[in-house]
């Protein structure tokens, strides 16, 4: 593992820029065995490693390949150039979404600022990065008062006994900032959320045991529904359930005004609804392994454990303390956002702190944070389509080209816009010394695979619904009819699920529907079509595979499209634009042929990793 770093270990600008772009820098996650604990991957040098035994010879200078680097030096940038094309103001449809742009940063160019989710964050990105300086300092501060005992720090072991101090250290100190950090963001609101926390806390720790799971499911799911009908529960609207009274109609009110910076606080709930699932759920878990020590029976080092173990082995039965909770639910780093992770995997954490955690590498992952947040920003000021798109356009005006790829740089800046965040949080948890699952690992351009873009995509949701939703409820076989009909119903359940988590809208329900229609022709084509049998024509079996691939991407840009960008209706405009004439037909033609030299490209970039022993899934 550690060589894997030295081969970008030279000097000079380029050698960093490939550290920067290294998977160990995006997260160890990635190139360690979720089994192996990382001190002990750092064992291994990369000469020992085995590659994976789908490794096959590489590609990257045959003819075949050659050719493809042709075409894409020719294909990529003419399809910036047609998404900035229609962007131009010479363009005649240009005044209707000029409302939609501002004055931007480069001289002579206007911004998009149509998405309201990255306009919000770039505003604000500033005061979070004063954020993200002021917090481990204060928790540095609060260190130096709240010290650990004397006798124990100079303990150079890591013993029970100073695991637990630090625990109680780190996690007072995430508790009353938890506190001050809700107050400051919603006000009087804080109020609301710490009684469904506690609501949510008696069911996990009063109820009978084996009433846990359904009391919880069912309060939480509730809460998604009641957050959204009742709007955050205004003081006022609750007065009025009760009374009339204008002096605490008044009252009401005036709490309502004071809602904090951010009042809409059910809006970004949902992502505390899952750490308070996964803290009951722990909590349950944990219940039938108290008759030992996991760590004992397995011979583990509790300062030295697996992802896996972490995750998978309970917190001491004191350590889920109403505390705890809170500074775990409340966590200020991953609050509106995330990364997820889970209870477990938080307390164990907060005990040892975990060896991935390097100054140089979270530098690293500041350098790439800030290289994604600068081609954001030139793709908005040169390509505005969400700003088109947002314009509500009479879709017949453009050519199939114009569509295809303003919908294609769509579904690109919708990435984006979730990246960005999600990687701004992880490296604020970082420099505070929690290392949370990498939520997005491949670019949206790199990916073929419905089921595999599912694991890559939001990738510490994923590992929550496998955890949580997916493996209780039995996980997926389709070696009979009986068991191919359970697992669908299991599908169906987990993207229902995961379409009302991210909003109660019907084009989101359709989209998650659609997500698992387009799981089964690419499951169906992998019994149909079984690796083993073409082990003598494999050439011919990529080939195969990789025209399978194109109607994946297709379906996959088309559920994506519906969920979260132009809706339904949108992509049938869409659709009927590029089918209107044969030049359409043409043109989908070509966009199948040039998406066939790219998962060839993506193909061989798997290889690669294969090659290298790493198998990332995705």
Known sequence: MASRNKKGGGSG?????????????????????????YRASLEKREEDKVADKRAEPPKWRTPEFYLYYLILLVVVPYMFWIAYDVSRPSDPRYHNFEPWLQDGWIPGRKIDVSDAQY??????????????????LLRRLWNAWYRIPQDLQKSKANTPE??????????????????????????FSAAKILAIMAINYQIATRLPKNRVPAATWVFN???????????????????????????????GEWLDSHGGIMPRWYVLFNITILRLVSFNLDYYWSLDRRGGSPL??????????????????PANPQDFSFRNYVGYAIYAPLYLTGPIITFNEYI???RYQPATIARPRTLRYAVRFALVLLAMELVLHYDYVGAISKAHPE????????LSLLSYFNLHIIWLKLLLPWRF???????????????????????????????GWHRSYYRWLLRYIYIPLGGSSFRSVKDAIRSVVTYLVVFTFVALWHDIKLNLLIWGWLIVVFFLPEIAAGYLFPKRKWESRPTAYRMLCCAGAVANVLMMMSANLVGFAVGLDGLESIVRGIFRDYSGLAFLVTACGVLFVGIQIMFEIRQSEFRRGINLKC
């Open 395 to 402: 879709w017949s005006t453009y050519t199939p080209a114009q």
């Open 425 to 455: 949080f992880r490296l604020w948890s970082l420099v505070d010394g929690i290392d949370p699952p990498e939520n997005m690992l491949r670019c949206v351009s790199n990916n073929y695979s419905t089921l595999s873009f599912w694991r």
């Open 119 to 136: 306009r919000t964050f770039r505003m604000n990105l500033p005061f979070m990065a004063l954020l993200l300086i002021f917090h481990p």
């Open 348 to 350: 164990s954490q907060q």
């Open 296 to 313: 004992e029976k397995k011979q583990l080092d509790p300062a030295n454990l697996s992802e896996r173990d972490r995750v998978s082995i």
């Open 13 to 37: 600008p380029l050698s960093f820029l490939a550290s920067v772009y290294d998977l160990d820098t995006i997260d160890t996650r990635f190139t360690t065995p979720s089994s192996v604990p």
């Open 162 to 187: 100073v695991a637990d101090a630090r625990l109680r250290q780190r996690t007072s100190f995430d508790y009353t900032f938890a506190l001050l950090y809700l107050v400051i963001l919603h006000g």
């Open 221 to 251: 799911i509730c809460i998604l529904f009641a957050n959204e009908l009742g709007r955050g529960y205004h003081f006022r609207d609750i007065v009025l359930l009760m009374t009339e009274n204008p002096t605490l109609v008044s009252a």
